[in-house]
């Protein structure tokens, strides 16, 4: 297995990812979130947004997604700014008619490995709860084919009832589902 180029959070005061990180397209593999519960195919791109003063640039964000009985594409579009105060965390807010709405996130863990075999960039991230959604957390990888059932067992035993990840996570108990993926058989579940 390749050495963590990026490594991985295992506490509130680790590093956050490098600013680059989220930068391309991330599959949504597992989650907590009802909103992907009838949906398949759950991608998200991020494009920073340049700034001229060098600070962390925001990031244009298209997630796209098909519902379990469609082929039509659906897009969600928004923009992500990192959060005042917390390096590891960010600040949504839609377009468009969505501009309305908005949600604060962070990172839970996160690595990343040079020449990333499939599946090994991945990222677990913790939503706060809005007036349309609840808490919820989402784990996603930069391969479609994901980060796999062993990978989900050893994260969600980690979180129950763990303080590794913070006071921002109050769920409990830790209940994923996957979000199917074209092409993906799914997996066993736990």
Known sequence: MADYLFGHSSSRNAPPPPDYFLTGTWYV?????TRWKDKRNVRMTYTPIPTEDGSIPSLD???QYQTLTSDKIE??????TPSEGDNKAWDWRGKGWLKIGSCHWEFVDWAAYPESAKGEE?????FQKTIFTPES????SR??????????????VDMEGS?????SLRMSPV???????????LARPI
């Open 29 to 33: 593999n597992y989650s907590t979130a």
């Open 61 to 63: 964000e298209l997630v």
């Open 75 to 80: 897009r969600i579009e928004g923009i992500h």
């Open 122 to 126: 991945w990222a677990v991230i913790w």
């Open 137 to 140: 957390l989402d784990i996603l």
């Open 143 to 156: 391969d479609k084919d994901g980060v796999g059932s062993n990978f989900l067992r050893v994260i969600s």
């Open 163 to 167: 303080e590794r990840y913070g006071s």
């Open 175 to 185: 209940r994923f589902f996957e979000v199917p993926r074209d092409g993906v058989p």
